[in-house]
């Protein structure tokens, strides 16, 4: 047959009723089973498809989810979005990912195309240019609710799910200077975003903390990407007075910018020592081991997960919740470790 086979067709070839096709697809216990059998085969025979759409339509639900995200292609989005997805497949919806691409135009663009493919709800990490849930609104202003994570509004009335990242930032920092370390570069992105805002804040509370003046000169700028990290670690080892610390916002900096040292024949930690941000696998594979911060990437997706879905099925009100903080641990590794263990006893600390 060509076209879309309606419950009419089957109902017309078997020589029943448009009700009764109806109700055996939907296995109303009114029709007998060797008659629902002889629907269901027609129907796989003829290509028969639900229209779910116009269900969904009737119930004023989709069972979708929409995903906003900067960028796919990171270790931490795709670790938060696997357990969003599982969450969301458990309770019978499907998510619609979109990627900005830190555009806010394609941040806009992406929420109108979820909102107008009427999405019960939406779970969304901003784009670096923005810092307000302003282009939320179109949804939040008619019921639909959201869920922001790891790149989150500021004074936003929505959930956050967070991690403290000035505290985070504050560890590592202090960690390095318990190693001996007075000159420690900050490798930061945007300082729009929330999240390198905050690691830059709590980078500036250790050193005051610590009594070592904040120096301009050591915090750079970069997009964060393996490819500016060569150029990141000529500028760090032409400085007047070389720098005996790189804390990078990301693991990846860290990375490169570690390779690009060894290479140039520094020592890593004895001349100049490196630690990272999200544990991201690479952290892990180089030698040294990077020093870094956990960042739970999958417990975040998993916590965004279950407060947008209780709200969705009635267990509970995102009205309740406002902030989430989840805990971040400092994983202390070979890359950052100057001092014998009784030294570092007598540190800062």
Do not use: W
Request: hydrophobic share 40%; aromatic share 6%.
């Amino acid at each position: 047959m060509s076209g879309e086979v309606t419950i009419y067709d089957i109902a017309e070839k078997l020589g029943l009723s448009a009700a009764t096709v109806s109700r055996a697809l939907k296995d109303n216990p009114a029709i007998n089973s060797n008659t629902k059998k002889k629907i269901r085969a027609a129907a796989e025979a003829m290509g028969y498809r639900s229209n779910r759409f116009a269900s969904n339509l009737r119930k004023r639900t989709t069972n979708t989810i929409g995903v906003v995200v900067p960028r796919l292609n990171s270790n931490f989005m795709s670790t938060a979005i696997s357990a969003m997805e599982k969450m969301a497949s458990d309770a019978g919806y499907s998510l619609i990912i979109v990627q900005s691409l830190e555009s806010p135009a394609k941040e806009i663009a992406n929420i109108r195309t979820l909102f107008n493919s009427r999405v019960d709800g939406l779970m969304a990490a901003l784009s670096s240019e923005q810092e307000t849930d302003i282009d939320f609104r179109i949804l939040t202003d008619r019921g639909i609710p959201v869920v922001f994570f790891d790149q989150v509004p500021s004074g936003s009335s929505q959930p956050c799910i967070i991690i403290d990242n000035a505290q985070a930032a504050h560890a590592i920092t202090m960690h390095l200077i318990g190693q001996g370390c007075k000159r420690i570069v900050h490798l930061t992105g945007n300082v729009k975003r929330f999240v390198y805002r905050e690691r830059l804040s709590g980078y500036k509370m250790a050193l005051l903390e610590a009594g070592i003046p904040f120096d301009e000169e050591l915090v750079l700028h970069s997009d964060l990407t393996e490819l500016s990290a060569p150029d990141i670690a000529n500028r760090i080892l032409e400085m007047d007075g070389r720098p005996d610390a790189l804390f990078a916002a990301n693991d990846m900096s860290a990375a490169a910018c570690l390779t690009a040292f060894r290479e140039r024949g520094l020592s890593i930690p004895g001349d100049i020592a490196v630690a990272g941000f999200n544990n991201d696998p690479i952290s892990r594979l180089m030698q040294p081991n990077i020093t870094t911060i956990n960042y739970p990437a999958y417990q975040i997706g998993a916590t965004a997960a279950t407060y947008l879905l209780n709200h969705l099925t009635g267990k509970s009100s995102l009205q309740a919740t406002n902030k989430v903080i989840l805990h971040a641990d400092l994983l202390v590794r070979e890359s950052t470790m100057r001092l014998p263990h009784n030294d570092q006893l007598r540190s800062v600390f």
